[in-house]
């Protein structure tokens, strides 16, 4: 079956530039989650989703960070007026439900470059 | 609270064995282990929930010590794809949120022929 997937897997952006993201979760996981992994770290959890509500979105640096799930599968994370410090790969993550009990399935991310 | 693993690196010749810590200042809810290849995706190995239990499979296993707040993954027998590096995850059971899982800095494995 076919696996978490993620578009585009690279994107180059400029500084103040609008982006967004794209993450298709397993069909059939309500869980669905956003990482962002810098060089040489694990992934950082940015915001969880179970349904097409944001259940808990501690991790998301600031404002300019938003993401939607508007219809219970397909998520988009959503970054307005990009920094150079935003470049990172974020990885999207599904799971069954959102508990410690499911594993969770992780995409291929995608690789953002802020110049 | 993100975890602390041990070594940050280690190199193995195929056939050899290693292991590699995870440790929590925090009471853990349960620990995830991940393998992450170069530009791949995180790929999942195992659970471990409280109280203490071990799993495996394969040649990979794993132990959870509660009282420890520690977990560690045993890699017997190395093979060439066992090469990456290895991620724990823990989860927290405050305000019900052990479904947000905190990654350690991870463990760069190398297996040489």
């Known amino acids: 079956g076919a696996g978490v997937s993620q578009t585009p897997s690279n994107k180059v952006t400029e500084k103040g530039k609008y982006v967004e993201l794209r993450c298709d979760p397993i069909?059939?996981?309500?869980?669905l989650y956003w990482y962002r992994q810098s060089l040489g770290q694990g992934p950082e959890f940015l915001i969880y989703?179970?349904?097409?509500?944001?259940?808990?979105d501690s991790g998301l640096p600031n404002d300019r960070f938003f993401a939607v799930r508007p219809e219970g599968s397909v998520s988009t994370l959503k970054i307005q007026r990009t920094e150079r410090g935003d470049s990172a790969v974020y990885l999207c993550?599904?799971?069954?439900?959102?508990?410690?009990?499911?594993?969770?399935?992780f995409g291929p991310g995608t690789r953002l470059t802020v110049l | 609270q993100q975890p602390v693993q041990s070594p940050q690196a280690v190199i193995l010749r195929e056939g050899e064995d290693a292991v590699i810590n995870c440790s929590s200042s925090?009471?853990?809810?349960?620990v995830h282990w991940y393998r992450q290849k170069h530009g791949e995706a995180p790929v999942f190995l195992m659970i471990?929930?409280?109280?203490?239990e071990q799993k495996g499979h394969d040649k990979i296993s794993a132990s959870f010590n509660e009282k420890k707040q520690q977990s560690s993954l045993y890699l017997t027998a190395s093979q060439l794809s066992y090469s990456g590096t290895y991620f724990c995850?823990?989860?927290?059971?405050?305000?019900?949120?052990?479904?947000?899982?905190?990654f350690g800095k991870g463990t760069l494995l190398t297996v040489n022929p």
């Open positions: 995850g823990t989860a927290f059971n405050s305000g019900g949120s052990n479904y947000k899982l905190t």
């Open positions: 471990l929930l409280k109280g203490g």
């Open positions: 925090k009471a853990l809810y349960s």
């Open positions: 993550a599904s799971s069954l439900k959102g508990s410690s009990y499911n594993e969770q399935f």
């Open positions: 989703f179970q349904g097409t509500g944001a259940a808990d």
């Open positions: 069909s059939g996981h309500t869980a």
